[in-house]
């Protein structure tokens, strides 16, 4: 397959993974939220459950929506939204207006309009939209949102610099973004990455630092910019939940040690448009 064959563009790691692939159902990713988690302290003393590892995924995604500040009868916008099973859980307990997912591969929005086709249209309102369009080109106007929140998908994006621009550009003046993605502490360790994670190899996860992000979001005249580490929450838990599927050794279990090395941690990353 070329280049010109995939939509977008996009990078045939991505374009297989999120597409004939379909990594949502894969049983790692219980749930549909195609992310690691956020795990309690109490979830490393028994062993994972299917139930412990959606909630965890689950999770995740509140410490994202909590940390964009009150959502009530706001307009948020999901950047990389897979099923849009996080959309869903945005519209049951945060109470926004309308929630829009947008993510760039036609299959994932497809299958997200079947996991979600009873919110898609309730009684003439619309409280869910799905788009398709990249991080990079944003098919929305300006100021049309009161939040913009990504959840694991930043490791994909092809520029952090343009994503940055594009979600101030659609923020309305005291709107707010909450990033969570995993990236490296230190560009040194980024060449490690790829020895011991088949996704940094092959293209799917690209090694940046945090300050990419951050940077980028202040360059685009975003304030307030933070960036909080909460990898103590997603690694041991992920490797657990990992353990009861792969063997020591196997790649997967690489991501602990990286994190252990320095290599890698996850963060959340918050901003605000003046």
């Given at each position: 397959?070329?280049?010109?064959?995939?939509?977008?563009?996009?990078?045939?790691?991505?374009?297989?993974?999120?597409?004939?692939?379909?990594?949502?159902?894969?049983?790692?990713?219980?749930?549909?939220?195609?992310?690691?988690?956020?795990?309690?302290?109490?979830?490393?003393?028994?062993?994972?459950?299917?139930?412990?590892?959606?909630?965890?995924?689950?999770?995740?995604?509140?410490?994202?929506?909590?940390?964009?500040?009150?959502?009530?009868?706001?307009?948020?916008?999901?950047?990389?939204?897979?099923?849009?099973?996080?959309?869903?859980?945005?519209?049951?307990?945060?109470?926004?207006?309308?929630?829009?997912?947008?993510?760039?591969?036609?299959?994932?929005?497809?299958?997200?309009?079947?996991?979600?086709?009873?919110?898609?249209?309730?009684?003439?309102?619309?409280?869910?939209?799905?788009?398709?369009?990249?991080?990079?080109?944003?098919?929305?106007?300006?100021?049309?949102?009161?939040?913009?929140y990504s959840v694991e998908a930043?490791?994909?994006?092809?520029?952090?610099?343009?994503?940055?621009?594009?979600?101030?550009?659609?923020?309305?003046?005291?709107?707010?973004t909450a990033i969570t993605s995993?990236?490296?502490?230190?560009?040194?360790?980024?060449?490690?990455?790829?020895?011991?994670?088949?996704?940094?190899?092959?293209?799917?996860?690209?090694?940046?630092?945090?300050?990419?992000?951050?940077?980028?979001?202040?360059?685009?005249?975003?304030?307030?910019?933070?960036?909080?580490?909460?990898?103590?929450?997603?690694?041991?838990?992920?490797?657990?939940?990992?353990?009861a599927q792969w063997k020591p050794?196997?790649?997967?279990?690489?991501?602990?040690?990286?994190?252990?090395?320095?290599?890698?941690?996850?963060?959340?990353?918050?901003?605000?448009?003046?």
């Open positions: 397959m070329t280049q010109a064959d995939r939509p977008h563009g996009m990078r045939a790691a991505v374009h297989e993974t999120y597409g004939p692939a379909d990594l949502s159902a894969v049983p790692v990713f219980a749930g549909g939220f195609i992310n690691f988690g956020y795990w309690q302290p109490e979830d490393l003393d028994r062993p994972p459950t299917v139930e412990d590892r959606v909630r965890s995924q689950q999770d995740l995604y509140r410490q994202v929506l909590d940390s964009a500040g009150p959502l009530g009868g706001v307009r948020l916008l999901e950047v990389g939204c897979g099923l849009g099973v996080g959309c869903a859980l945005a519209l049951a307990e945060y109470g926004p207006a309308q929630v829009t997912g947008m993510d760039i591969h036609p299959q994932q929005l497809d299958r997200a309009r079947r996991a979600n086709a009873d919110l898609l249209d309730v009684g003439g309102v619309e409280r869910l939209r799905l788009a398709r369009g990249a991080a990079e080109r944003m098919p929305f106007g300006d100021a049309e949102f009161d939040c913009v930043a490791q994909h994006f092809d520029d952090l610099t343009l994503f940055a621009a594009e979600t101030a550009r659609v923020l309305r003046p005291g709107g707010r995993f990236f490296t502490p230190d560009p040194a360790g980024a060449p490690r990455l790829a020895e011991l994670l088949d996704t940094f190899a092959d293209g799917l996860d690209i090694a940046r630092t945090p300050s990419e992000l951050t940077d980028a979001l202040t360059w685009s005249g975003m304030v307030d910019v933070r960036c909080e580490s909460i990898g103590p929450s997603v690694w041991p838990g992920w490797d657990h939940w990992l353990s050794g196997t790649w997967p279990r690489n991501f602990l040690h990286a994190w252990e090395k320095g290599f890698l941690d996850y963060y959340v990353i918050t901003a605000s448009r003046p």
